[in-house]
Nanobody
Framework: QLQLVESGGGLVQNGGSLRLSCAAS????????IGWFRQAPGKEREGVSC????????HYADSAKGRFTISRDSAKNTVFLQMNSLKPEDTAIYYC????????????????WGQGTQVTVSS
């Protein structure tokens, strides 16, 4: 059974850092594009970053560029999202998702999702 489990969320002050983890079981992450999404209260789910399958290319939303870094540890079958210089507007539930095709910011095109981890940035 394919499963994604996020961890690493928490409460951090403005300007702080967190590292989120997305651990996979039941499949090999290297064979999938893995995206990070977030959803704040009252807002639509938005794409934050994506690690492509195959060519190891990385994609970032404008809001994440220069502050967030996505990486993958194949041995641990885990994708990470290092988030630095966090701002209150980064507060949201963060989800990782998987699809077998290329990265896309369209969340509806990802069939596999984790349960999410809460990130709260205080001002």
């Amino acid at each position: 059974q394919l499963q994604l489990v996020e961890s690493g969320g928490g409460l951090v002050q403005n300007g702080g850092s967190l590292r989120l983890s997305c651990a996979a079981s039941g499949f090999t992450l290297d064979d999938y594009a893995i995206g990070w999404f977030r959803q704040a209260p009252g807002k639509e789910r938005e794409g934050v970053s994506c690690f492509s399958r195959g060519n190891n290319s990385r994609h970032y939303a404008d809001s994440a560029k220069g502050r967030f870094t996505i990486s993958r540890d194949s041995a641990k079958n885990t994708v990470f999202l290092q988030m630095n210089s966090l701002k209150p507007e980064d507060t949201a539930i963060y989800y990782c998702a998987a699809r077998q095709l290329i990265c896309t910011p369209r969340s509806r095109l990802y069939p596999y999702w984790g349960q999410g981890t809460q990130v709260t940035v205080s001002s």
